[in-house]
């Protein structure tokens, strides 16, 4: 029997790996249209890989998909982040889990998780590796799937869709399992941009760049009128807003239309625990140990300097008065921007920038329990192609090795070992 992978990227590297693993009695082929595999794993996590989530508990790991949790589950039961851990320092990776619960390898070094692939795959001789091979066309008839590349034709008896969204297309990711997957009959969603900064019209936040909160809060009002928030890091650039908080906004906003036309308000409280009387208490203190000091030198003992002088303008209050002079509704101004949230204007997400695709193939049309096509028996999708985005964390790769692994695990069993 011969199997096709279209895609070397994570769920591809694991589909390949468990039936090397299983001892499959069968030829396994990779198509991967980059010079090297795993090209997107190795640059996660800022060149890091951050291979998974130390997060254990099952609902609180379902949470962090924004589309496709419910499906996720059996493949998250078979290859849970534990398992995942397991399964790498088992295979000579040390890892390490960070206090934000993000898994690296203890490297540092991404290249080490995707080496460990090729290390795995040397070991067969039953893999081929079709590195700088395109696949142009995938074609179905008369029980046999024929792939056409840019170099020749091939048939086979098995293919598993691995190709990933069309986010970051640097690193190949540019959609071409969707039409693999609609030339086998499959339907796609609506594709959106996920785990993306965005622009910003408001040139004080351009003024800031390089400043960050490191637990801020993000409030934002869905299409539909719901109300939302995400917490977490929020990072000011030249351009508008980033950093993880934003990743997880932009992954809730992936359909809302967002331009100079059509912006999107939202509010940022430059922390996530503070409130209005906890802001006034703080407020107070300071300012009746610093009275004579001016009042930008008093609130930068709170938050950033930097920041103060943006905020102290939009609340219409002098930087240069002194402390005790601050009048009642002066402070009430500036607690209440702090606590009620400063209104942030997003004309554009930043181009090119989104980590992952939101939407992809139609999840009815899959067996969750062994990731095969309910179209068609000799068809296995795994990974990104599929309709299922998470929040930055690990949670993706996560997503793409337990897809890949359940998918590797049904092919064998179907197929024998030798």
Request: glycine share 10%; with cysteine.
């Amino acid at each position: 029997m011969k199997i096709a992978v279209i895609g070397g990227g994570a769920a591809g590297l694991m589909v390949i790996s468990t039936l090397i693993e299983k001892k499959i009695n069968a030829e396994i082929y990779l198509f991967e249209k980059n010079d090297v595999l795993g090209k997107k794993v190795s640059i996660s996590g800022g060149g890091r890989c951050n291979v998974t989530t130390g997060i254990t508990d099952k609902k609180e790991l379902l949470l962090n998909y924004i589309r496709g949790n419910k499906f996720l589950i059996p493949a998250l039961l078979a290859f849970s982040p534990e398992e995942v851990m397991n399964w790498f320092q088992g295979n000579g990776v040390p890892l390490k889990i960070e206090k934000d619960l993000r898994v690296f390898p203890k490297s540092d070094i991404g290249n080490d998780v995707v080496n460990l692939f090729y290390k795995i795959f040397k070991k067969s001789s039953r893999v081929k590796l079709h590195i700088l091979e395109a696949v142009k066309e995938l074609r179905f008839f008369n029980e046999q799937f024929t792939i056409v590349t840019n170099e020749k034709e091939y048939d086979f008896d098995l293919v598993v869709i691995t190709s990933g969204g069309n986010a970051y297309k640097h690193t190949g990711s540019t959609g071409d399992g969707y039409d693999f997957a609609k030339a086998c009959g499959h339907t796609i969603t609506s594709l959106g941009p996920s785990l993306n900064s965005f622009e910003a019209e408001e040139d004080w936040i351009k003024r800031l760049s390089g400043l960050s909160f490191p637990n801020a809060k993000l409030t934002f009002t869905l299409n539909g009128g719901k109300k939302k928030e995400v917490v977490g890091p929020v990072l000011f650039t030249h351009f508008g807003i980033s950093g993880p908080a934003v990743f997880a906004l932009s992954a809730h906003l992936a359909f809302s239309e967002i331009s100079k036309l059509s912006p999107m308000k939202i509010k940022l409280n430059p922390s996530a625990v503070d409130h209005f009387d906890s802001y006034e208490r703080k407020l107070m203190a300071l300012i009746l140990n610093n009275g004579a000091r001016q009042i930008i030198n008093t609130l930068s003992e709170l938050l950033p300097k930097s920041f103060v002088e943006e905020l102290l303008t939009m609340a219409n209050v002098s930087k240069d008065k002194k402390s005790a002079e601050v009048s009642k509704n002066e402070r009430n101004r500036i607690c209440n921007l702090l606590s009620s949230g400063i209104e942030v204007t997003l004309i554009s997400r930043r181009k090119g920038d989104e980590f992952v695709t939101a939407g992809g193939v139609c999840l009815s049309e899959v067996n969750n329990k062994t990731m095969q096509s309910k179209l068609n028996f000799n068809l296995y999708l795994a990974g990104e192609v599929l309709d299922i985005d998470g929040l930055t964390g690990g949670f993706n790769l996560q997503s793409a090795w337990a897809t890949g692994r359940l998918a590797g695990i049904n092919i064998a069993k179907r197929i024998g070992r030798n």
